[in-house]
């Protein structure tokens, strides 16, 4: 049972604009949700995260957005370049929320940005 | 910055080996964790570990086993790998709230 769901699996988007990833999560448990974002031959590197005591968090040209009562939590980017071309990951845990009992991930998002 | 260390970016392997897989950080972090990463399934959490010695399963861990003799150290183990473990393996560590730091990966081919 796939407890986080990822949309959509690849995303094209002109350089300038706004890229937009969802996830939707079903285990009310979760606490921390973060975002990873993997170049190729790299390991994921975390982006951004957030808690569920607050709806939006942003940083620089990312931005968080969370709805506890929908399950859900979004990715975007504002003003893609196309350096931001990559897979990105959500993923969530429980517990401690720095999840020392490991993140469940979302299959990924292959993002492309044009020139 | 944390490093999170992987001894082997490729490996190939025949089909019934004993295959290890070595992780090594260097920040003193308490979690230690494997992960597989194949297209279409993301990532997969193999097993956990949260001090030395404790180990924990996550959801695959057939066919896997881990050692952690050192805190700094964490090792995933094939018993008998098969062609169906051909996969990128992800090692990452973490401690409190800071988040995963996660090693470059190993790419593992069983013939």
């Known amino acids: 049972q796939q407890q986080v769901k990822q949309s959509p699996q690849s995303l094209i988007v002109q350089k300038g604009g706004i890229s937009i990833i969802n996830c939707a999560y079903e285990n009310t448990a979760f606490d921390y949700f973060p975002w990873y974002q993997q170049f190729p031959g790299k390991g994921p590197a975390l982006l951004i995260a957030?808690?569920?005591?607050?709806s939006e968090k942003k940083e620089g040209r990312f931005t968080i957005s969370f709805n506890k009562s929908a399950k859900q939590f979004s990715l975007h980017i504002m003003d893609s370049q196309p350096g931001d071309s990559a897979t990105y990951f959500c993923?969530?845990?429980?517990?401690?929320?720095?999840?020392?009992?490991?993140?469940?991930f979302g299959k990924g998002t292959h993002l492309i940005i044009q020139p | 910055d944390v490093k999170v260390t992987q001894s082997s970016r490729y490996l190939v392997k025949r089909t019934g080996e004993k295959v290890f897989l070595e992780c090594v950080q260097d920040?003193?972090?308490?979690?230690m964790f494997w992960y597989r990463q194949d297209p279409g399934l993301g990532l997969r959490l193999i097993y956990f570990?949260?001090?030395?010695?404790?180990?924990e399963k996550g959801d695959i861990p057939e066919g896997y086993s881990v050692s952690r003799e050192k805190k700094e150290r964490f090792s995933l183990i094939l018993e008998s790998a098969s062609t169906n473990q051909t996969s990128m393996y992800l090692c990452?560590?973490?401690f409190g709230l800071g988040g995963y730091t996660f090693g470059s990966g190993t790419r593992l081919t069983v013939v």
């Open positions: 957030i808690r569920p005591d607050v």
């Open positions: 993923a969530a845990s429980m517990g401690s929320g720095g999840g020392a009992d490991g993140l469940t």
């Open positions: 920040m003193d972090h308490e979690n």
């Open positions: 990452a560590s973490s």
């Open positions: 570990s949260y001090d030395v010695k404790m180990k």
